[in-house]
């Protein structure tokens, strides 16, 4: 069963979020077609290897070729449009980077898996509350359901009441011009039987009275409901799902999706709606028949009022960002967009009505009513390039709700007369600018104005600024709510390092499957808020020493310094961080103290805190526990790793001083692990013995091949003696006479042993 397969049983609101990972960039008809082949490919591989990835790029055109084919004799003209437009823009988009193209591929197949997870977690935490459920408790959404319903319940009651009353009326109005007809025959009632009629239709007129004030109660009491449970829509369940949205922005656990939302708000709009006609009707019923006072004259005005402003108010906080804004070139870091780089924003109206689709026509602004502009000094300005309006409607969107998704803007820098200066209060990165969106609903009768806003977005103009305008996404997204509070920055508050400490680790989890651990998170704080601190989770960080101030002595700040290993990781370490076999975040004191007590030879991997850019290295024991020995290498950057994969330096590390057989010191991963077992199934496979080279055939290339290793030197009084060394396993000897040749060995034997 595939992948992909597994992800169509789920319930929408998973659904939902794999609807989410597909755009333009790679589109979800390729994920259907191809899904047996996408999954069976290592993407991984290819996203770290840009021969591999070309490979996979024409094999992956290939297969569209072939679906072509099968759609063709299908005679699917349709479908054959749609694959030809595919296989056209995947090399348009990926012909000159297809590690690009492995790179979304690995990550979306990525996230179908965490999507599968949290479904499966999902579904055995329903099972664990069913067996544990108290009785008479309800979750929050099974109450705002019960409120829908009640509403809904409502207008139908109020609609069959309506209808009583017309009969009412009009049975009424018959008696009524059927008695007066009748008294001005020749031959008319008699008086005794007139009176009688005239108590009869005072009679009916007291029950129209009565069934007259009964539906206007019963409509303000529909309308109390509606607005309370309206109220709790958009007051709590849409303001938690924005704060969630926020939370997701920057790594956090996965949006829920606005299908329930939706739903909710679409039968309170559909509810309202009726209750409109059902106040014309009244209207109508009253200009057939009044009188003082008149229950339906006295208070249809103030009824109309209201459900007008109810009405209004649910559809302009329907009117939602539902993807903020993005560049499909960097999926996991939203809300930071370049000048000259396309970004896609998507939006959505939860209120899902038929006469509306394709009558929303939505108009996108920059930095609409921003008072930074004139306010804060040097304050940058931007135009938006490309279609900057959209219809919405609900057949674009492959889950059908009404939504208009913009997926080519671009932003291009206003250039003022005279070069910029550097003397505002902002740097650019801290510069906070915003997209709103709007539109206009008319119906008879009604016209509303719609409005909504981004979150707060960072515009850089070259991509070394990234993570620093990233760091204030995240530092925005951690500490406030106010999409609108542009100048956050002029005075940023400070972080507590409980809250801190989870963003980071989100950071991690984001884009590996592994976050922070407590003693990973411990070391970071200490680091923020000083070695005295122990990371207390209510230690305050300001946001200069996160992200602007040297950290202790060196010359980079606490956050380029994690976004450099961050960066390693993505390229070079994913599979030893997802495994755990990377200790990663540790103090040369507390390595030092783990090492002490274990067999010579153990070691731990750890990231240097002296590169900016990201830098990992290994430390290990040697000598008995009374007098411990630690060594450790000089720490791989991205350059070595780019050359040698790290199992593969770990695998063939070797230590040697003058006169001494070289040695691998590197024996039990910490705690004691064997180094094979940890890392045997990444080592590189071994190449077939080639055949005895012949230099002069015409095949040989007249070289000998090499293999790079890394090898430390040291003084010779570190290493073991001589006897202590020999005598070697047959194994042993083996890889040293392979890594150092017979007659080295030889001359190394005579030295050692001379008198």
Not at 250 to 275: H, K, M
Not at 566 to 584: P, S, V
Not at 732 to 755: K, L, P, Q
Request: charged share 25%; proline share 5%; glycine share 4%.
């Amino acid at each position: 069963m595939t992948q992909w397969y597994q992800l169509q049983q789920l319930d929408s609101k998973f659904l939902e979020q794999v609807h989410q990972l597909y755009d333009d960039s790679f589109p979800m008809e390729i994920r259907q077609y191809l899904a047996q082949w996408l999954e069976n490919q290592d993407w991984e591989h290819a996203a770290n290897n840009v021969s591999f990835a070309t490979v996979l790029f024409h094999d992956l055109l290939s297969q569209l070729d072939d679906q072509f084919s099968r759609f063709l004799i299908e005679n699917n003209f349709l479908l054959q449009h749609n694959i030809r437009k595919s296989k056209r823009n995947l090399q348009d988009n990926f012909q000159e980077d297809p590690i690009h193209m492995a790179m979304i591929i690995y990550n979306c197949l990525k996230e179908e898996r965490k999507i599968l997870n949290s479904a499966q977690l999902s579904s055995q935490m329903e099972v664990g509350s069913v067996q544990n459920t108290v009785i008479g408790m309800l979750d929050k959404q099974k109450e705002l359901d019960a409120k829908v319903k009640a509403v809904k319940n409502s207008v139908v009651d109020v609609e069959q009441d309506i209808k009583t009353l017309e009969d009412m009326q009009d049975e009424y109005d018959f008696k009524c011009k059927t008695l007066q007809s009748r008294e001005h025959e020749s031959n008319g009632v008699s008086q005794e039987e007139f009176k009688k009629e005239q108590m009869n239709l005072k009679k009916m007129f007291l029950s129209l009275d009565i069934k007259r004030k009964e539906v206007v109660n019963k409509i303000v009491q529909l309308l109390n409901t509606t607005e309370h449970t309206q109220s709790a829509l958009i007051n709590e369940e849409l303001v938690e799902w924005k704060h969630r949205q926020q939370t997701a922005c920057i790594g956090g656990p996965p949006n829920a999706c606005l299908d329930q939302l939706q739903n909710w708000f679409t039968v309170v709009a559909e509810s309202l709606q009726q209750v409109r006609q059902q106040l014309k009707k009244l209207e109508e019923l009253e200009q057939k028949f009044t009188y003082d006072p008149d229950p339906i004259t006295k208070n249809k005005q103030v009824l109309q009022d209201r459900t007008y402003s109810l009405f209004k108010q649910l559809i302009q906080s329907s009117f939602v960002v539902e993807r903020q804004p993005c560049m499909p070139t960097h999926p996991q870091r939203p809300l930071v967009l370049k000048t000259g780089v396309q970004f896609t924003v998507k939006l959505r109206l939860l209120v899902k009505l038929q006469e509306l689709n394709y009558n929303l026509k939505v108009k996108v602004l920059f930095d609409k009513d921003v008072s930074e502009k004139n306010s804060v000094k040097g304050f940058r300005k931007f135009n938006i390039l490309g279609t900057n309006t959209k219809v919405m409607n609900m057949e674009e969107s492959t889950n059908g709700s009404l939504a208009a998704e913009f997926r080519h803007l671009q932003l291009k820098e206003q250039k003022n007369a005279g070069s910029r200066t550097n003397e505002g209060p902002l740097i650019v990165t801290e510069e906070l600018h915003s997209l709103s969106f709007e539109t206009q609903l008319c119906q008879p009768g009604l016209v509303v104005d719609l409005e909504t806003t981004s979150l707060p977005i960072v515009v850089i103009s070259n991509v070394s600024q990234l993570p620093s305008g990233w760091a204030s996404i995240l530092w925005f997204n951690m500490l406030s709510t106010d999409p609108k509070n542009l100048s956050f920055f002029l005075n940023p508050p400070y972080a507590k390092w409980s809250k801190l400490s989870e963003v980071l680790s989100w950071q991690f989890s984001s884009v590996t499957k592994r976050g922070l651990n407590a003693d990973q998170l411990s070391m970071l704080g200490e680091k923020l808020l000083g070695p005295t601190s122990g990371g207390s989770h209510d230690g305050l960080i300001p946001w200069t020493r996160f992200c602007k101030e040297n950290i202790n002595d060196k010359n980079f700040p606490f956050w380029l310094w994690i976004e450099g290993i961050l960066e390693l990781i993505k390229k070079h370490l994913l599979c030893l961080w997802n495994d755990g076999c990377i200790m990663g975040f540790i103090s040369k004191e507390k390595e030092r103290a783990l090492l002490k007590d274990q067999s010579p030879g153990t070691f731990l991997l750890r990231f240097s805190e002296s590169s900016r850019e990201g830098a990992i290295t290994f430390t290990w024991v040697e000598g008995s526990q009374n007098e411990p020995q630690f060594h450790s290498v000089e720490p791989y950057t991205k350059k070595e790793l780019s050359a040698v994969t790290f199992p593969d330096i770990i695998r063939n590390y070797k230590v040697m001083a003058a006169e001494n057989i070289p040695e691998n010191p590197l024996r039990f991963l910490y705690p004691n692990i064997p180094k094979d077992n940890a890392f045997g199934k990444y080592y590189s496979r071994p190449k077939e013995a080639p055949e005895p080279m012949d230099l002069d055939g015409p095949k040989g290339n007249g070289y000998i091949k090499t293999e790079l290793i890394s090898v430390s030197e040291v003084h010779p009084s570190r290493l073991q003696s001589p006897e202590n060394l020999l005598p070697m396993s047959p194994e042993e000897f083996d890889e040293v006479s392979r890594m150092v040749g017979s007659a080295e060995i030889d001359t190394v034997m005579c030295s050692a042993y001379s008198t």
